[in-house]
């Protein structure tokens, strides 16, 4: 299967911007997941990006891929207290299974 | 709002135990899913389903089982639960327009 890496934690003031990364193996992934998680909470899709696109961008998230380098990140514009949350990388093969990352801790401070 | 649904929210159960986590979509996703999520974050597939009467396992071995008799229906079994059964339970479904995931469903074994 697919390894996704992600860094574990990160922590940003309210009002700058958050970038959280992620790397993956499989080059033949076809989308590529952004999910957000509340505590006690399930996952909320937050956007994708499909493999042959390079960024998308919706309101305050952007989502740059380089697939030469197997990268995906995820921008927050204007981080807001309500942004904190585990924020998991996932990636969909032609399995149609999705293999996520160990997700990021963010926490954003006021 | 909740296209899918797994009950109970929290399950706090002795050792030996026979249980059933629930999970219904109400969307006619072919397509459904349960992931073990770690206490560290990390998610695992432990079972997948295609379909009806379509069952495999996932990424990640587990002692638990699921059946798939009806399209909105699949519910995963622990025969006889054991303290390294702990853990948080999601469920999703999918379908061309990509995941919704459930609740979870966390489940503590004394």
């Known amino acids: 299967g697919e390894d996704v890496e992600q860094s574990l934690f990160l922590s940003v003031r309210e009002g700058d911007s958050s970038v959280i990364n992620c790397t993956y193996t499989?080059?033949?992934?076809?989308?590529l997941y952004w999910y957000k998680q509340e505590p006690g909470a399930g996952l909320q899709l937050l956007t994708y990006i499909f493999s042959n696109m390079d960024m998308k961008q919706d309101q305050r998230l952007t989502v740059l891929l380089n697939k030469k380098d197997k990268h995906l990140s995820l921008r927050i514009a204007d981080t807001q207290t309500g942004d904190s949350a585990i924020y998991f990388c996932?990636?969909?093969?032609?399995?149609?299974?999705?293999?996520f990352g160990t997700g990021t801790r963010l926490t954003v401070i006021p | 709002e909740a296209d899918i649904y797994q009950t109970p929210r929290y399950l706090v159960i002795g050792t030996g135990k026979k249980i059933t986590l629930e999970c219904s979509q109400t969307m006619g996703h072919d397509k459904m899913y349960w992931y073990q999520q770690d206490p560290g974050m990390e998610l695992h597939l432990i079972h997948y389903s295609y379909g009806v009467n379509s069952t495999e396992k996932g990424d990640l071995s587990s002692e638990s089982t699921v059946s798939r008799i009806r399209t909105e229906h699949f519910p995963l079994t622990l025969e006889s639960a054991r303290p390294s059964h702990t853990s948080q339970y999601l469920c999703a479904s999918s379908d061309t327009q990509g995941y919704t995931f459930g609740s979870g469903t966390r489940l503590t074994v004394v």
């Open positions: 499989d080059s033949s992934s076809t989308y």
């Open positions: 996932a990636g969909q093969t032609g399995a149609n299974n999705l293999f």
